[in-house]
């Protein structure tokens, strides 16, 4: 392996554990500030709908290995297990407070347990189901698979639900070749600023 190689892998390691101390670091402080929001949306959850109040779901995570992403219950007990744009209707299988939690992305917030444990990152592709096996190939295609996958991320900043899969790769794999923690914090900015806007959400 050449001098540059061998300094690419270098910045590459330095890159994954400084991404990982801000990881760390912010997930607790999140969970910190928002104890209380977490504590309100979890009693909320569970006096508008029957069933739990999180919702498990099987995801792939880094190298295709399947883990188990929490999410604030926005859709009824016995809602299909595919995503959102392949139901006929989604808005039917909504909580009370389903649509709220969606478009303002709180339904999200429990995963900073997946963060501090290592299965996500703030900045990351978003983990595709598990059964969403056209996404899982293109993304292995193309490399994207050996990110850990994140809260967020440059394609969620840049269209989220409105994006067709194929655009949804093309956006992953830019990240891949320019990820770096200047960038995973302005796209935290970005999504900061679309949550507030509420864009890009089609339910």
Sequence with gaps: MGAAGVCGRRVEAD????????DIFFSCLAALILSVLLLFLAIAVRFTSKGPVLYWSDRVGRNNVIFKMPKFRSMRVGTPAVA?????????YLTPIGSFLRK???DELPQ???ILSGKMSFVGPRPALFNQED?????????????VP?????????????????????LDAAYLRRQSVR???YILWLTFVRVLRRDKVSH
Excluded: C
Excluded at 135 to 147: Q, W
């Design 150 to 170: 994140g809260l967020t991320g440059w394609a969620q900043v840049n269209g989220r639900d409105d994006l067709p899969i194929l655009d949804k790769v093309e």
């Design 84 to 92: 959102t744009h392949l139901m006929l209707d989604a808005r039917s």
């Design 135 to 147: 996404l899982i190939a293109l993304r292995t295609e193309r490399g994207v698979h050996t990110l």
């Design 183 to 185: 960038f995973d914090i």
């Design 15 to 22: 890159n994954g554990g400084m991404k990982r101390v801000f």
């Design 104 to 106: 303002s992305s709180l």
């Design 112 to 114: 900073l347990w997946s």
